[in-house]
Structures are given as structure tokens and as C-alpha cells.
């Protein structure tokens, strides 16, 4: 379970020896994992906005492990057009976020590829996909062709 209100950005904290380096990612004894997946993306696709309704309403906390990606979260409870973007990944001060329940979620691949972990406190049940073109028009790219699935792109 996720208490929080807004996403929450989390900084890594990495202790490095001789052997190499850990992180803490995440810890929280609240948070109880239904789901755990990854995803392995190129460059331009755009992921999202999905989210789960009630009854089966989403915390996600996920955690870029390879890559840069560009991060949008709203609340689907009130004004849709109050955005969290942010930019996430190796070559950015933040590596997890932090996605509250009721909060719609999408990203855009930035760099030539990237691998996003997913850890969901509920299990997968009735997601709503909204097509994020046409819900976010901010998207930063550098070049046109988007790659979007069809199942966005037939959303609202």
C-alpha cells in the first residue's frame, strides 16, 4: 500500500567498494507487491497513460535500470491537467518513482533503449488505457516517429 498523495521522486543512494556498488531502491514495509514486471523499450516508444479503477486501484513503483525515460503521472480524481513530468534514469539525479493510486502513468524512451521495472501492490485486473498523444502534448523528443500500440492509440 502506497500512503502518498502525489508521485514521489527517489533518489538512489549508492554505496560503492572495491567490489562494485549496491542501491537501496525502495524500502517500505507497507508496500506489498501483487506484481512484478519489466519492461525493455527502444528509442521513441511511448508507453501509456495506463491505470486500474476501482476496485483494483494501483500503487506502482517503478525503477529504471537501464536507460533514460521521460515520466508523466496525473491524477485521474481531479484535474487531468495537472501534470508530474519528470526525467528518470542512468544519467539523471533520480532512478524510482513512486506512482500513487488513481494516478494515470505513462513514459517516452529517451535514450537507445531502456529496461523499467515494475513493482504493482495490486494484482492486474481492468486497465484503462488513454492515448497519450492526444492526453499530453509536452512530450521532449528529438525526433518525429513516435512508436505508440495500437491499444493506445485507440483510447481517449
Not at 525493455?40 to 516508444?45: C, D, M
Not at 539523471?92 to 521495472?117: C, G, Q, W
Amino acid at each position: 500500500m502506497c500512503d502518498n498523495k502525489l508521485p514521489l521522486l527517489m533518489k538512489t543512494d549508492i554505496r560503492a567498494d572495491i567490489r562494485g556498488s549496491m542501491n537501496i531502491l525502495f524500502e517500505n514495509r507497507k508496500f506489498e507487491t501483487h506484481i512484478l514486471k519489466m519492461t525493455i523499450s527502444k528509442r521513441g516508444v511511448l508507453r501509456g497513460f495506463h491505470y486500474q479503477p476501482k476496485p483494483l486501484e494501483q500503487s506502482k513503483l517503478i525503477i529504471v535500470l537501464e536507460g533514460t525515460i521521460q515520466d508523466v503521472c496525473y491524477n485521474m480524481t481531479n484535474d487531468e491537467t495537472s501534470f508530474h513530468d519528470v526525467i528518470l534514469g542512468e544519467d539523471e539525479k533520480y532512478n524510482a518513482l513512486m506512482i500513487p493510486k488513481s494516478f494515470a502513468h505513462a513514459y517516452l524512451t529517451l535514450s537507445d533503449y531502456s529496461r523499467v521495472l515494475y513493482l504493482c501492490d495490486q494484482k492486474y485486473g481492468g486497465e484503462i488505457s488513454i492515448n497519450p498523444q492526444r492526453k499530453y502534448k509536452k512530450w521532449i523528443f528529438e525526433h518525429k516517429n513516435m512508436i505508440i500500440s495500437e491499444k493506445d492509440l485507440q483510447n481517449d
